[in-house]
Nanobody
Framework: VQLQASGGGLTLPGGSLNLSCAAS????????VGWFRQGPGKEREGVACLGSGDTNIEYVDAVKGRFTISRDATKNTLVLQMNNLKPEDTAVYYCATGPFSLGGVRCDLAPVSEYNFWGQGTLVTVSS
């Protein structure tokens, strides 16, 4: 059972990156899932989440209109497309799973403790 995050890197302000989080050993479709980030000297915060059965999608205000969260069911993978990146987006990004439901459960960006299974982080650096 594993979540494997990838896709981080260094980009210029205004650039784009796509993060992927591949799940193995379980089906992501039945979990609320989310992307979180922790910048230097900051607490971990929710960036985007997706309810199981795609019941809802939530974004933190700072990324609305720039980031898109989605689920690729064929690859059992969670994706975060990040456009128009800013230096303040620099952080280690983590994917995580939250509540399980066969019938669909909504996601929340907080509290972070609601998410109990985490992938390793992938570093995103936005700098000129």
């Amino acid at each position: 059972v594993q979540l494997q995050a990838s896709g981080g890197g260094l980009t210029l302000p205004g650039g784009s990156l796509n993060l992927s989080c591949a799940a193995s050993g379980f089906n992501l479709d039945y979990y609320a899932v989310g992307w979180f980030r922790q910048g230097p000297g900051k607490e971990r915060e929710g960036v985007a989440c997706l309810g199981s059965g795609d019941t809802n999608i939530e974004y933190v205000d700072a990324v609305k209109g720039r980031f898109t969260i989605s689920r690729d069911a064929t690859k059992n993978t969670l994706v975060l497309q990040m456009n128009n990146l800013k230096p303040e987006d620099t952080a280690v990004y983590y994917c995580a799973t939250g509540p399980f439901s066969l019938g669909g459960v909504r996601c929340d960006l907080a509290p972070v403790s609601e998410y109990n299974f985490w992938g390793q982080g992938t570093l995103v650096t936005v700098s000129s």
